[in-house]
């Protein structure tokens, strides 16, 4: 079993940063990638930006690039999302994810079925 805990969340103005954090434990032998997903109130669960563990590599949502940056500690087993620039429309609960799909760790997965393993999340709130 893999466990997830989340941290960072918080009220912040628009204009503001915050980083989040998830530190895995647990049987992570088998992670491949990790990635932080978010889900505002009425919506889906969409993808952010994830991180091949091995390669180090990422990728993210187009839309947020430049302002949402994924990282990973490989010695904490911990990955990040700094988020800079928030606007309102970031507001959502924060998730955090782990894949143990091989085919993650040299390619991209979007998909929450690609992930087995979730955090409990962390609320994200923007004010204008």
């Known amino acids: 079993q893999v466990q997830l805990v989340e941290s960072g969340g918080g009220l912040v103005q628009a204009g503001g940063s915050l980083r989040l954090s998830c530190a895995a434990s647990g049987r992570t032998f088998s992670n491949y990638a990790m990635g932080w997903f978010r889900q505002a109130p009425g919506k889906e669960r969409e993808f952010v930006a994830a991180?091949?563990?091995?390669?180090?590599?990422?990728y993210s949502l187009d839309s947020l690039k430049g302002r949402f940056t994924i990282s990973r500690d490989n010695a904490k087993n911990t990955v990040y999302l700094q988020m800079n620039s928030l606007k309102p429309e970031d507001t959502a609960v924060y998730y955090c994810a782990l894949s143990g799909y091989y085919y993650c760790s040299y390619s991209a997965c979007y998909e929450k079925d690609r992930y087995d393993y979730w955090g409990q999340g962390t609320q994200v709130t923007v004010q204008s």
């Open positions: 991180i091949r563990w091995s390669a180090g590599s990422t």
